[in-house]
C-alpha cells in the first residue's frame, strides 16, 4: 500500500539495511533495542515505558533525517522562495504517531514493537506534547505546517521555545487549577539545537544619529541589554512525501560576554542574575487568548523571536548568494495575528540602519514581504502597547514606526484634506487618552494582503475593526488588499490520527485519495441512504463513543452510556463562546425532569472541556458551574441516568484526540459575530458530528456546505445582533418572558447546584442580569427549541445516520490543504518543489571528502 523509496535507500553497497535508515521489521527492531541501550543507556530490566518510548522516537527521528537533510539541500540548491511563518505560538500535539502516519510506516513499526514485547498505544501515551501554545490560533498555525510541507511548499515556522507551555489542568471541587507544564523534563527527541545559527537581540537603551563615510545620516542604537536566541529545530514531514520543512523555535540565553564583564568585577552573583532574566523571555507561554495590558515581558517575547527570525532570514538569503534588495522574492512573512507584528519595524531596521539601504527601497521590500492573518474581531483583544513601554524596551522601532506613520499619514492626507478625524482613526498610535501603538495598524500598513480568517469574519473585519483601511484602500493606488482565507485543519491529524476506524471505513469505500484531496470524500454521498453502509457507519461512532467512554471511566470514574447522545463543547472557556448558555439547557432538562420524573428523553452526555485564563475570573467561575450542575444532576436518582455532565479536565491536543470522533452533536454557539472563524467545528463534522450552532465564523460556510436541512442553526445573526444593541438591551425583560429561561437562572439563585451557597454563582447571574454582552437571555428560547429538535431528529437512527454522512462527504473545503493552497496562490506566491531523496550511503560519502 505504501511506497517505500527509502527501504532501498537504506539499502548500502554491502546490501545490508542501514540500520538508521532501514524500513525493515528486524531493523526496527534492532534500532530500538539499539537506542534503549546507547541513547537512554538502559537494558530492558530496568527501562521505564518513557525510555522505550524514546529509544522508539529516535528510531523513527533517524528515519526522518534523511528526508529533512534532502529538503534543506534542495532549497538551498535550488534557491527556492520560501513561506516563513511567524507566530508566538505552534500547538503541535504529539509528533510520534503523526510522523508514522506521514512516514507511511505505521504497520512496520507496530509490528516491531509488538514483536520486541511492547506495547504501540502504551509507548505512544508516553509522549508529552509541546503545548506551546493556547487554541486555535496555535493549533491552526500546526495545522498549517502539517498542510505545507504535505504540498510540497518550501516553508518554515518560526516561534519560541518556551520552557514552560500551556498549563496543565486540574479540577479540584470544581475548580480550575494550573500546574506547571514541564514538557521538557525528560528531554526532547524531536528537536535539534543549532547553537551555531545563534543570534543576537537588543533591548533597551537609546540611538544616536551620525554620519557614514558618504556623508549620510545613519542612526546608531545602542541597546542597554543584549540577548542571544538559539534556535532548536523540528522536522515537519508531510503525508508520503519527502518534503518536511523546518520548524525553527528560539530560546534565550545570556551571551557569554555580559556574564564575563560582571564576574570580572567581582559580581558573581550579579552575572547570574543578568543570566536569569535573559533566560525569563522564553520562560513561560502566556495562557491568555488575550492581550493584558502593558506585560513587558510579553513583548519582549514578541520581539526576541521575530528579530531572531528576521535576521535569521536575511543570514539565509545573503548567504545563497542574494543581494538584499531581493528578500521578498525569496521570503513570503507571514503574521498570525498582529504577535509578530513588530517585524514590519524590524525589517526596516535591519534593511535600512543595518544594511544602509535607503528608506523608499526599504519600505517597499517590507510591503511585499508581509502577509498579515487577523484572527479577532473583539476590540478588547486588540493588541496595543503604552507608548512609554514601547520606547523603554524598543527606543529604535518607536522612531521607526513614528517614521512609517508621519509617510502614512501624509498619504491619507491627500485622500482626506483636513479630515482630523480620518487621521486619528488610521493613526498607528492611538492618542485618544493613554498613548499606545496600535499594532494591528501597524501589520495593516506594512502588509500586501490582509486577510480574515472565515467570510464572515473577513467582512466584519472590514466592515468595523479594520474599516477606515478598507474604505482607504478602496481609492487610491495603495498597494494593500483584504481577502479572505477560510481556515481549514489536518486531515492526517484530525481524521486518520484520531478516528482509524471512521478512516478504514471511508477507504474501504472510496480508495485514500480523500487523505490528500479531501474533496474525494463527495463520494460518500451515493452510499448515504445504503442501509448495509449506514449500519457500518453507527457501528464506527458506537465503538469510538465507547472508547471515550472507557477513557472516562478510568480517568474519572464517571460511567457513561455510550448509547446516549454525545453532545460535546470544547474549546477554550470564554463567556463570548457562551459555555453557560449550553449549562442552561441542561438545567432546563433537569427542571423538566424534576416535574416529570416519566418524561421520555432522549438519553444525553454532556462533555466539556477546555482551559481558563488563569485570570479570567468569569471563565474560572463557568468551569465551576459546569462542575457544580454536573455534581448534582449525576447523583440525582430521578434523573437515571437520561441526563448525564461530564468535563473533561486537561483539554489539550493529546486529550482532545479521542473527543472529536465520539460526538454526536457538536456545540458552536458563539454569539454571532464574535468567533472568528472556529476550528473545533471542521473537526468535529469532519468526524460525521452534527452542529448545533449560530451563523458564526465558520459555521457560515459549513452549514452551506453541509446543506442547511442536515444543520441546525439557531439564534440571531450577527447583523440582528449589531441592530438589537444599537437599540439598547435589557436583559431582565427576556427574564421575565420566558418562564423556563426564569426557573433555570432561579434554580442557579436558589442554590441548588452550590450546596445552598447563593453567593458562589452571583457574579454570573448578575453579569447576564444587568448586562448579558453576550445575549445568552436572548438566544435562549431558540436553542432550547432547536435542541428538542436535536432529541426528535435523534430518535429516527436512519435519518440521523444520513445526515452524518453527509457532512462528512461535503467537509471537503475544510482541509487545511485548502487553505494552504489559497495562501499560497494568491498571497505567497511559492510553488512547490519536489524533494528527490538522496541516499544515505551517498551523503555519507559526501561527508567523508
Ligand atoms: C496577545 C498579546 C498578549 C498576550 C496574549 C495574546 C494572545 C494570545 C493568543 C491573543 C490571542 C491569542 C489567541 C487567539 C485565538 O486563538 N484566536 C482564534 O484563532 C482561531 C484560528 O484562526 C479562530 O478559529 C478562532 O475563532 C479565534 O478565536
Known sequence: MVENTQSNLAVTVTGVEDDRTGLSIPTLRRALADNLFYLQGKFPRIA??????????????????????????????????????????????????????????????????????????????????????????????????????????????????????????EIQEGWQVEITDKWLQYGNPWEIARPEAAQMVKFGGHT??????????????????????????????????????????????????????????????????????SENITKVLYPNDEPLQGKQLRLQQQYFFVSCALQDMIRIHLRRGNPIETFHEKFAVQLNDTHPSIGVAELMRLLVDEHGMGWERAWEITQQTFGYTNHTLLPEALEKWPLDLFRRLLPRHLEIIYEINRRFLDQVRIQYPDDHEKLAQLSLIDESGERYVRMAHLATVGSHTINGVAELHT??????????????????????TFTNVTNGVTPRRWVALSNPRLTRLITSKIGDRWLTHLDDLRQLETFADDPAFQQEWRQVKQAVKEDLANRIYKQQGIAINPSSLFDIQVKRIHEYKRQHLNVLHIITLYDRLKQNPNLDLVPRTFIFGGKAAPGYVMAKLMIKLINSVAETVNNDPTVRDRVKVVFIPDYNVTNSQPVYPAADLSEQISTAGKEASGTGNMKFSLNGALTIGTLDGANVEIREEVGAENFFRFGLSADEVAQLKAG???????????????????????????????????????????????????????????????????????????????????????????????????????????VELEAYAQTKAGLSV
Not at 538551498?76 to 510520534?96: C, D, I, M, R, T
Not at 564575563?260 to 558573581?268: K, P, Q, T, V, W
Not at 472590514?462 to 494593500?480: I, K, S, Y
Open 459 to 480: 467582512q466584519l473585519l472590514q466592515a468595523e475593526v479594520l474599516q477606515p483601511f478598507a474604505e482607504l484602500f478602496a481609492v487610491g493606488n495603495w498597494r494593500q
Open 728 to 834: 439598547g438591551y435589557t436583559p431582565q425583560y427576556y427574564y421575565q418572558s420566558n418562564v423556563l429561561l426564569k426557573s433555570a437562572i432561579d434554580l442557579i439563585d436558589s442554590g441548588l447546584f452550590s450546596g445552598g451557597d447563593r453567593e458562589l454563582f452571583r457574579p454570573l447571574i448578575n453579569s447576564l442580569m444587568n448586562e448579558d454582552p453576550y445575549l445568552l437571555f436572548v438566544d435562549y428560547p431558540d436553542y432550547i427549541e432547536c435542541q428538542s429538535q436535536v432529541s426528535r431528529a435523534y430518535r429516527d437512527s436512519e435519518h440521523w445516520t444520513r445526515m452524518s454522512i453527509l457532512n462528512v462527504a461535503r467537509m471537503g473545503k475544510f482541509s487545511s490543504d485548502r487553505s494552504i493552497r489559497e495562501y499560497s496562490d494568491r498571497i505567497w506566491h511559492t510553488p512547490p518543489v519536489k
Open 48 to 169: 521505564t515505558p518513557n525510555d522505550y518510548y524514546m529509544a522508539l522516537a529516535y528510531t523513527v527521528r533517524d528515519r526522518l533525517l534523511q528526508r529533512w537533510l534532502s529538503t534543506i539541500r534542495t532549497y538551498l540548491e535550488q534557491n527556492v522562495k520560501v513561506v516563513s511563518y511567524l507566530s508566538a505560538e505552534f500547538l503541535l500535539g504529539p509528533h510520534l504517531e503523526n510522523n508514522l502516519i506521514n512516514l507511511g510506516i505505521y504497520e512496520q513499526v507496530q509490528q516491531a514493537v509488538t514483536e520486541s514485547g511492547l506495547d504501540l498505544p502504551t509507548l505512544l501515551a508516553q509522549e508529552e506534547e509541546p503545548g506551546l501554545g493556547n487554541g486555535g490560533l496555535g493549533r491552526l498555525a500546526a495545522c498549517y505546517l502539517e498542510s505545507l510541507a504535505t504540498l510540497e511548499i518550501p516553508a518554515v515556522g518560526y516561534g519560541l521555545r518556551y520552557e514552560f507551555g500551556i498549563f496543565d489542568q
Open 208 to 277: 544616536e544619529v551620525y554620519t557614514d563615510n558618504q556623508g549620510a545620516m545613519r542612526v546608531n542604537w545602542i541597546p542597554g541589554q543584549e540577548v542571544k536566541g538559539i534556535p532548536y529545530d523540528t522536522p515537519i514531514l508531510g503525508y508520503r512525501v519527502n518534503t518536511a520543512n523546518t520548524l525553527r523555535l528560539w530560546k534565550a540565553e545570556a551571551p557569554e560576554s555580559f556574564d564575563f564583564e560582571a564576574f570580572n568585577l567581582g559580581d558573581y552573583y550579579g552575572s547570574v542574575d543578568a543570566k536569569i532574566v
